[in-house]
């Protein structure tokens, strides 16, 4: 990054024009949404003097480039943000649960009597705000019903539900645990049943048929359906049960349309199909072309001339000795393709609830680049769950 060029913007370094579209993986031109705050939480406290997001705010507004912004601060709806805000592209995003020791689970965050009170500022402006219920589980929430009663309270029209997840980190397992006055961890095996309690990345995850168990088995979807909200699912494993076509709904609005559809969610929640090939989810959607190796972590997926380690199609997901034969480009498509054809990989389409690996029998050839591969072709196909019970379609 040392050879591009910068310009000021209200003391924020910008790419020159010129090289905005390689830097932002070609997500300019296609005006591709960003998501604020999914690694770091605006409106912090320093925000009070540095105003760090609001400057950010300003630079998106000068582009009009769409961003849904996600927050626990009342901060967002002072008037100077709240006037940027109904001059944006923007959706307001505020996660909240109405748990009694919400501040000592989330100390320096306003309340939740704050969060709503933003919310519905928010859409009594014109500015569409939608709550996150996060982090979930059944025994957080005092009463649902009264959750869902101050929900329609702010205008709310979309909620996204994504279920606590744990760190692996025992120190903070437990201090989370002494603010709840249990033992979190024992908890959540409780709920995993004889399945144990499953890794994803670096936390412990509820499985995901518990998941699906507490939301629409227990009827909690039901609920929200039955007051005219609209849900989104945040746990990886069940976006396919999105109402709208995002788990967070910002396809819903003019301008932001242009949301990335090349991966595995939305092909298989948008169609009706029952079996599904690495073909059809390319479809006629836009693929960045450009390398991702600024924006992953090399040491874990990505070698330093730019190429992709895992084609060997063992799923094993362990590197080896390579060769310069084994190695393809470091883009998205052929991450894309990797994780499709390795099922035992952390985010593949395997992840997905009730989506099953099959083998063909074949080997993958790629109808884009025209390459035969040695890889093992795999297809996913779809099952469908009654109470308890998962049955093939």
Not at 224 to 237: E, P, R, S, T
Not at 267 to 294: C, Y
Not at 381 to 389: A, I, S, T
Request: hydrophobic fraction near 35%; aromatic fraction near 10%; include cysteine.
């Amino acid at each position: 990054m040392s050879d591009l060029s910068f310009k000021q913007i209200d003391n924020i370094e910008v790419l020159e024009d010129d090289e905005r579209e390689v830097f932002n993986f070609e997500c300019e031109p296609n005006h591709t949404y960003i998501a604020e705050s999914m690694v770091v939480h605006n409106c912090q406290a320093k925000e009070k003097t540095e105003k760090i997001s609001l400057k950010v705010m300003k630079l998106l507004k000068e582009y009009d480039y769409p961003v849904a912004i996600s927050t626990k601060n009342k901060r967002i709806v002072e008037p100077e943000y709240l006037k940027l805000l109904g001059d944006m592209k923007a959706v307001v995003q505020v996660s909240c649960i109405n748990y009694e020791n919400l501040d000592k689970l989330e100390p320096g965050a306003s309340t939740p009597d704050e969060r709503f009170a933003a919310v519905k500022k928010c859409n009594d402006s014109g500015i569409p705000a939608h709550l996150r219920l996060q982090p979930f589980i059944p025994e957080f929430i005092n009463d649902m019903d009264e959750y869902i009663k101050r929900v329609r309270e702010t205008g709310c029209k979309f909620v996204t539900i994504e279920h606590m997840k744990l760190p692996l980190d025992y120190t903070i397992i437990s201090q989370i645990s002494g603010i709840l006055g249990y033992d979190i961890k024992k908890r959540f095996k409780q709920f995993s049943g004889a399945g144990g309690l499953p890794v994803y990345g670096r936390e412990f995850e509820l499985p995901p048929e518990t998941k699906y168990k507490f939301l629409f088995e227990d009827g909690l979807v039901d609920k929200f359906h039955n007051a005219g909200i609209k849900l989104g699912m945040g746990d990886n494993q069940l976006h396919q049960y999105n109402d709208a076509k995002t788990c967070c709904g910002v396809d819903l609005y003019p301008g932001f349309e242009h949301y990335m559809k090349a991966n595995y969610t939305h092909m298989m929640a948008q169609s009706n199909k029952e079996r599904f090939t690495f073909d059809d989810l390319l479809g006629k959607h836009w693929i960045p072309k450009v390398s991702i190796n600024d924006n992953m972590n090399r040491s874990i997926r990505w070698s330093p001339d730019n190429k992709c380690r895992y084609v060997d199609g063992s799923g094993t997901g362990k590197l080896g000795k390579l060769e310069a034969k084994d190695l393809v480009p470091n883009t998205i498509y052929y991450h894309l393709r990797n994780k499709w054809h390795n099922p035992r990989l952390n985010d593949s389409p395997s992840d997905l609830y009730l989506i099953e690996p099959r083998k063909t029998g074949k080997k993958f050839i790629d109808k884009i680049t025209g390459e035969k591969t040695d890889i093992d072709e795999v297809v996913y196909v779809k099952k469908k769950r009654q109470k308890g019970l998962a049955e093939w379609i």
